[in-house]
Structure formats: C-alpha cells, structure tokens
C-alpha cells in the first residue's frame, strides 16, 4: 500500500509500506479521509519524542472496513486504543487510561495511509449521507467537544456563558462550535492571522477578534503556548474556568497568584472520552455543529507539501485533509 512516512526533522515521503496486519478483535479499514492534526506538525518538527521517525503518522480518520463480519461498513475511527480493564477505563474516562494507544505511536502505525488496523470497538458507524471526509472530523471536534463539557461542567452557576477561544485552527473553531452546540451563543474566536481570521468569519461564521480587550467566564486555550496561556489567565474573570487543551509549548505564561486569589479554575483536557467520541459523532451526523464544510481536501501523495504549506502558515482553511486514493 501507499503511506505518507515522516523520515524525520520536516521529512515525509510517500512511498509503498507493507500491508497492517489485523490482529484478534481488529478490523482493516481502507482509509477515504485523513486530517492533519497539529501533533502531527509538531511530529513533522522534531518536537514530539513519542512519535520516532520513522513513522506513518495521522490519526483523524475514517474510511470503510475491509473483509471480517463489517466488510463494506463506512466507519469513522476513533484512534485511542485503551485496555478496557483498568479503573479509568472502567470509570468511562479511557482517556486516561495508562495503556493506551494511539494509532500515529508506536507500536500502531497511523492514517496517512491506504489502509490502518483497528479494533472493533473504535469503530463508529456513519450513516451513508455524511461523506466521509466530514466523518473524519469527528477526532479533532472530539478534542474540543470533550474539552467544552469539561469547561461547562466546571462553571459556577449564575455566571454569564460567554466565552473566549485562543487560537483559531481546528481545536478552536472546534471549541467555538460545541460551545454553541452546548448552548453558549456569545463567542468569540482570538486568531492573529488575518487571512484565518477573515476565512472564520466569512466561511465559518465565527466573530473573530485579533487581540481580546475585556474579562469573560470561560476560555478554551486552544494554542497552549507560554503567551496564550498568559492571555488566558489575564483575561477570565473571577471564578471563571480555563480549559486547557494546546500543547504548542510545555512551561511558561500562567499567571499563577491571579489565578489563586480570584479563584479560577484551570482544567487541562487531553483527547476524549469514548462516550464524548460518540456524542460527538452523532452531532456530526445530526448537523448540530453546522455543514463543516471548510476543510481542504488534498491528495495524500501531495502530503509533504500541504505539511510545507502549513509550517508557512499559508493555509487559511482550519483543517487539510488528506485522500489516500486521489
């Protein structure tokens, strides 16, 4: 089969890679759609020790499972392999689970590729009038959708639902879109590149902002570096709620003696539960999170440029995803 390979530091050749191999309980699915994630960006850079060149890296996808009991069955996957045991995944938090996999790690190869082994249980069924590569959203708005929850669950009661996104790639306007699922109409999207910007605001239907002036009760900071970070504890009121979910870069910026005395609540997020992967599936599948169509489609062959284009910061849509068979 055909894979996009990272090779190291900004190197990805596509080139043809032995067939995965399912094992007990796993199904082979032909991938139709994979995304680009920004763990995959940071792979690409060098910054990410979990992800060892070489590596077929990817892991929003779906596609269509191929021979066993589900042959022909359009699916999307969910990419977190947990061991279903332990007391995180018994308490429906497997993402916390401490074996968990993720297909784009070792020792599972990833989505840039014709086909990927997984097992049956992370796989969601798609209807047969959502395209698939709509159905391959559905991990990055998993990430937000799960990070929103978390954020609302913590919020006082009485306060304004307002909010703040920090960063306006496919984790924010994600986040902007399960805050409005959930019920929060007053949002606004921090972006600083103006072509982002304008391609939210036109394509998406975002209000988005350069720079944020004010205070409001929650922000999703959907970028994780040390200036991010630092808006976001400047700017969320007292008693308000940070959800954390970018992993731009590890230390730096939280104003730590703002956050104690005003009492706000810092959540880090990390990927999603099964049950967030499945609500937020079928919210897809509903059109609760609108027509998601601003994603660019690419072919996986033209891989290593669309990776080039968004270290550039040329690209203006949210999210590329990559066709396996263009």
């Known amino acids: 089969m055909k894979a996009l390979v990272y090779e190291g530091n900004e190197t990805l050749g596509f080139h043809d890679v032995p067939m995965p191999v399912a094992q ?3 199904h082979l699915i032909r991938i139709q759609a994979s995304g680009i994630c920004g763990s995959d960006m940071h792979a690409y850079l060098g910054h990410d020790a979990r992800r060892p060149a070489p590596l077929i890296l990817g892991h929003e996808a779906a596609g269509v499972v191929t021979g066993g009991p589900r042959d022909g069955q359009r699916v999307t996957i969910n990419p ?3 061991c279903g045991s332990c007391s995180a995944c018994a308490s429906g938090r497997e993402n916390l689970c401490p074996n968990r996999q993720i297909i784009s790690m070792p020792p599972r190869e990833g989505a840039f590729a014709q086909f990927v082994a997984i097992p049956d249980r992370n796989l969601v069924p798609v209807p047969d009038d959502v395209p698939l590569e709509k159905a391959a959203l559905t991990e990055p ?3 937000s959708w799960h990070a929103v929850r978390l954020a609302l669950q913590a919020l006082r009661p ?3 639902r307002r909010a703040l996104v920090i960063g306006g790639g496919a984790i924010g306007l994600a986040a902007a879109l ?3 699922a959930m019920g929060v109409t007053d949002v606004i999207v921090q972006e600083p590149n103006a072509e982002r910007r304008a391609y939210l605001s036109e394509r998406c239907g975002q209000q988005t902002i350069d720079v944020f002036h004010g205070t409001v009760p929650l922000v999703v900071d959907a970028v994780g570096i040390a200036a991010t970070r630092a808006t976001a504890s ?3 009121l007292p008693g308000g709620v940070i959800a954390h979910v970018g992993l731009g870069e590890d230390v730096g910026g939280l104003d730590i003696r703002r956050m104690t005395l005003q009492e706000i609540t810092f959540i880090g997020t990390y990927t999603y539960t099964a049950q967030d992967f499945r609500d937020t599936a079928r919210a897809i599948f509903d059109g609760c999170l609108g027509p998601l169509d601003w994603p660019e489609m690419r072919p996986l062959s033209d891989g290593a440029t669309a ?3 968004l270290r550039s910061g040329s690209v203006a849509a949210p999210k590329i995803i990559l066709d396996p068979w263009a």
């Open 80 to 82: 977190l392999v947990n």
């Open 158 to 160: 009485g306060m304004d």
């Open 24 to 26: 007990v309980g796993e």
């Open 234 to 236: 400047a700017v969320a």
């Open 178 to 180: 399960a805050l409005r």
């Open 307 to 309: 990776f080039q284009d």
């Open 141 to 143: 708005l998993a990430v």
